[in-house]
Nanobody, 128 residues
Framework: VQLVESGGGLVQAGVSVTLSCVVSGFTMPYYGVGWFRQVPGKEREAVSCVGISDTSTYYTDSVKGRFTISWDTAKNTLYLQMSSLKPDDTAVYYC??????????????????????WGKGILVTVSS
């Protein structure tokens, strides 16, 4: 099982960046995918999730209207389009999958406690 994130880096505030996460190696179905982020010394935060079975989406309040999550079933790839980036968005971003059936809100619940598999993370640094 592999989840590989890409697309991060150092960007200026206000620009747009798209993160990608290629999911591979699963022999069992998974029902949820999502993005989470963590700043060193702080608790991990759920950013956005997709319920694959019902196509539901969830966004944390701080990114609503700025970030868009999407799942490409054909490519087994999860995307996070981030626009109007702010320095507060600086974090390591992780993608994750959930083997349990549920809504996007469920998959993002408790900041990823329900997720079963994780990528290694990718750093996004937003400079002011």
């Amino acid at each position: 099982v592999q989840l590989v994130e890409s697309g991060g880096g150092l960007v200026q505030a206000g620009v747009s960046v798209t993160l990608s996460c290629v999911v591979s190696g699963f022999t069992m179905p998974y029902y949820g995918v999502g993005w989470f982020r963590q700043v060193p010394g702080k608790e991990r935060e759920a950013v956005s999730c997709v319920g694959i079975s019902d196509t539901s989406t969830y966004y944390t309040d701080s990114v609503k209207g700025r970030f868009t999550i999407s799942w490409d079933t054909a490519k087994n790839t999860l995307y996070l389009q981030m626009s109007s980036l702010k320095p507060d968005d600086t974090a390591v971003y992780y993608c994750a999958t959930d083997l349990q059936l549920g809504t996007a809100h469920y998959h993002c619940a408790r900041n990823g406690a329900e997720m079963d598999y994780w990528g290694k993370g990718i750093l996004v640094t937003v400079s002011s």
